[in-house]
């Protein structure tokens, strides 16, 4: 069995989220037969790939950061999805952290990357975050040190809402 974990970023632009799945799709084919996949399913980068994990017929892992991560983290408008995905998850891990805050996302990562043979990352290759704990960059810095391989994810067109620039107005 392989298990492949994600991170990624949350807020593509809905032009990405088509090519992300497909590129998603594709790679995640090549380990269908015999799938474990763990994410935290996030809104985004990680609940896109554990849609694809559980379309393939794979197993999903669900790792939550904190106990009240649901309820003061999850958006109304990702609530429904991120409900249906530990619905069908296999296992679900919430650490024992009562609040969501930098601590339980580094130690949500580092249980990501405990539990898999690669890690699939989402990622624009961004440098490492100021405050080093807990993004995309960071996680995917922590695979590589601890010989975790990892597969990126970024299909040509693929954007994020932070990187692009607001229309002009004049």
């Given amino acids: 069995m392989t298990t492949l ?5 949350m807020d593509l632009t809905d032009e990405s989220v088509p090519l992300v799945r497909a590129a998603l799709r594709t790679l995640l084919t090549a380990y269908e037969d015999n799938l474990t996949g763990v994410s935290c399913i996030a809104a985004g980068a990680d609940s896109l790939f554990a849609e694809e994990v559980t379309a393939l017929g794979g ?12 309820a003061r983290k999850v958006k109304p408008a ?5 409900d249906r995905l530990v619905g069908v998850a296999t296992d679900v891990v919430t650490l024992p952290y009562e609040t969501a805050n930098r ?4 130690s949500a990562n580092e249980e990501l990357l405990k539990r898999a043979d690669r890690l699939i990352a989402v990622w624009d290759a961004t440098p490492v975050s100021a405050s080093g704990k807990g ?6 810095e922590l695979a590589r040190a601890a010989g975790v391989p990892v597969d990126v994810v970024w299909p040509q067109g693929a954007a994020r809402r932070s ?7 004049g």
């Avoid at 601590?103 to 580094?106: I, K």
């Fill in 163 to 169: 990187a692009v620039a607001p229309a002009s107005t």
């Fill in 78 to 82: 990702h609530a429904a999805l991120f």
């Fill in 135 to 140: 993004g995309t960059a960071d996680t995917v």
């Fill in 5 to 9: 974990a994600v991170t990624g970023h």
């Fill in 59 to 70: 197993r999903l892992v669900v790792v939550i950061p904190s106990r009240d991560y649901r």
């Fill in 103 to 106: 601590d339980a996302y580094v």
